[in-house]
């Protein structure tokens, strides 16, 4: 497995940025797809991103298409995901997950590290 340490969370109003980084170590991080996931209060954890192996695939759930961004820094072995437009509804514990292969989709079966998460509170 690897362990991934998120952070970047915090407040922020309406329509403003954040992003999020997901550092990684124990397991060469760019062999693998990573993803997102958050939980809202009262929700189930739910899917945002992934990105492939050697970041060549991209995708996104319907609420956040067009407004994050997911990417990969191999050097620093390290995604990101880049939040803009942020709106109440994103509020949420951001986790980033390691997959357990160089492919993987929405489903959390298909990841076998997370890390602690990280707070994001959209004020309106």
């Known amino acids: 497995q690897v362990q991934l340490v998120e952070s970047g969370g915090g407040l922020v109003q309406a329509g403003g940025s954040l992003r999020l980084s997901c550092a990684a170590s124990g397991r060469t991080f760019p062999n693998y797809a990573a993803g997102w996931f958050r939980q809202a209060p009262g929700k189930e954890r739910e899917f945002v991103a992934d990105?492939?192996?050697?970041?060549?695939?991209?995708y996104y759930a319907d609420s956040v298409k067009g407004r994050f961004t997911i990417s990969r820094e191999y050097a620093k072995n390290t995604v990101y995901l880049q939040m803009n437009s942020l709106k109440p509804e994103d509020t949420a514990v951001y986790y980033c997950?390691?997959?357990?292969?160089?492919?993987?989709?929405?489903?959390?079966?298909?990841?076998?590290?997370w890390g602690q998460g990280t707070q994001v509170t959209v004020s309106s």
């Open positions: 997950a390691a997959a357990k292969g160089p492919v993987a989709t929405h489903k959390e079966i298909e990841y076998d590290s």
């Open positions: 990105i492939r192996w050697r970041g060549s695939t991209t």
